[in-house]
């Protein structure tokens, strides 16, 4: 507080002390500060707003996506005519969650924002980052590609090292099910990813997918095979033009037809020329014809006077200066010539060298001369729906017994049935797994139940003995009787001697 009052002091007395003018100046200058103050205020109080989706091709997407934003009342702004939709940093989530509802699947699609106030590194890995995202959504634009994933490897620029490694890519896609994917694709994949990275060159990047299949990025390779399936359909379209020759006249089965074509490819220079925009004149020819004409006529017909210049008299002078009719004509004749602009372009031709069709038919019981008509229409006919050059391609037309395949013995393959004795042994298999399953729960609900046997003995054993008791009662009655009486007299000296003992005490 002493220092806040010794300031406001201080300023006090500087501003009792100062001129008018002065005193302007440090109003201005306090306005300044405090203009200064409120607009830092202002504008640091604004949101952050980051990319929430780009490239929407769709303007009813976009609208969906604007409305889900309006009723979560997330405020956000457009750019790029419509295609990118920015959001405040703070809400970004709310946003993803509210495009999400509105049908915005492409979650990556998003930026991230790089600020002037990052340091060099970082601001070089945003860059990167974007760069990768946006090569990823181009590359899954391709038919035959799922989904992938690109990884830069940008080295750092030093200003003390002279040799730096140079940068690489790698690629990793997910294959489409419905289209196929070739060396073609991949080649293309980083020709793009190439020409996106200065001084990055198609061979260091690395093209692979998902299942582990590696992809070469060769252009020679690719040109090779290209070679290759132009061939192999040339190939193919030959051959069916002389199987629909073969197919209504013997039927399917009954022939069989090989295509062979050499193809020399070259590269061709083409020249092409057109007219330019300049013009100039290289001849120009002018005629000119003098006509001279009679006057009027004068006298008689047949006089001098009508007759011209041949019969005036000599020494005369022919009165032609005033009666006569001079016509002058004059053609002129030019020719023009435009400037003239060549243009030379390379282009990949491919030359058939030679053509080789194979033609084997059955022959099915047909003699020499049916055979030799047969020959000279069929290599008429094929070769002039394939195209066949007389002394350079080749045709061949012969007609063989077709092997047939004998059927099996019937009886040889009726002796054994093993498939009646495998259902026969899956079905007692079964029928014994059934029986063991039920004797093993009948073993276990017994063990619940009680013997019948045990009981059954337990109540037998009483009545036995004591038949046999009864036996020997009547066999030795008076040695029974001597027992009872000596257990009477036991059981009458131990109740004298309960009571003695009870009279004592």
């Keep these: 507080m002493q220092t806040l009052k010794s300031f406001l002091n201080q300023s006090l007395l500087i501003w009792r002390d100062s001129t008018g003018a002065g005193r302007v100046g440090i109003a201005l200058l306090l306005a300044i500060c405090l203009g200064g103050i409120i607009s830092v205020g202002i504008w640091s109080a604004q949101p952050n707003y980051v990319v929430l989706a780009r490239d929407i091709d769709d303007p009813g997407q976009a609208a969906k996506i604007l409305a889900s934003l309006d009723a979560e009342n997330i405020s956000y702004q457009i750019k790029g005519s419509g295609s990118m939709i920015m959001v405040g940093a703070s809400k970004l989530s709310r946003a993803r969650i509210a495009a999400g509802k509105a049908g915005l699947t492409s979650a990556g699609s998003e930026m991230e924002e790089i600020s002037p106030w990052m340091d060099p590194v970082s601001q070089q890995y945003y860059l990167n980052t974007n760069l990768e995202r946006r090569l990823k959504a181009d590359i899954e634009k391709i038919k035959s590609v799922k989904s992938a994933n690109v990884h830069l490897s940008i080295p750092e620029k030093q200003a003390f090292i002279r040799q730096s490694t140079d940068p690489s890519a790698s690629v990793l896609i997910e294959t489409s099910h419905l289209d196929k994917f070739n060396e073609a694709d991949a080649a293309a994949i980083a020709d793009f990813v190439a020409s996106a990275v200065p001084g990055l060159l198609p061979g260091s ?39 629909n020759q073969l197919r209504n006249l013997f039927g399917w089965g009954n022939f069989n037809v090989e295509v062979t074509a050499d193809y020399k490819f070259e590269k061709a220079v083409q020249e092409s020329r057109e007219l330019g925009p300049e013009k100039f004149l290289i001849q120009e020819n002018v005629k000119q014809e003098m006509n001279m004409g009679a006057g009027p006529a004068t006298g008689i017909a047949g006089s001098g006077s009508n007759l011209g210049s041949t019969l005036q008299p000599i020494g005369t002078t022919p009165p032609a200066a005033a009666s006569k009719n001079q016509l ?16 030379t372009e390379t282009i990949d031709g491919a030359l058939l060298n030679s053509l080789s069709i194979a033609v084997t038919i059955n022959k099915q019981d047909r003699d020499a001369t049916q055979i030799a008509e047969l020959k000279k229409t069929l290599e008429s006919s094929i070769g002039a729906a394939c ?26 393959t009726n002796t054994i049935p093993w498939d009646q004795i495998n259902e026969i042994l899956k079905n007692i298999s079964l029928g014994v797994a059934a029986l063991v399953a039920l004797f093993i729960a009948l073993r276990t609900f017994k063990k619940f139940q009680p013997d019948p046997i045990v009981s059954s003995e337990a109540t037998a054993a009483p009545t036995s003995q004591l038949t046999q008791l009864s036996e020997l009662v009547k066999q030795n009655p008076e040695v029974f009787a001597k027992i009872i009486d000596s257990w009477a007299s036991l059981d009458t000296e131990t109740e004298t001697k309960d009571e003695s003992a009870s009279v004592a005490a």
Excluded: C, H
């Design 205 to 243: 990047v690395s093209v692979s997918d998902t299942k582990g299949n590696q992809y070469s990025t060769d252009t020679e390779s690719m040109n090779l095979g290209k070679k290759e399936e132009f061939v192999a359909d040339r190939e193919s379209s030959l051959k069916r033009k002389a199987e």
């Design 328 to 343: 002058k004509m004059e053609e002129q004749e030019s020719k023009w010539d435009f400037s003239e602009l060549k243009r």
């Design 387 to 412: 195209g066949v050059r007389l002394g350079t391609d080749q045709i061949t037309v012969d007609f063989i017994d077709f092997v047939t395949e004998d059927p099996l013995d019937a009886t040889a």
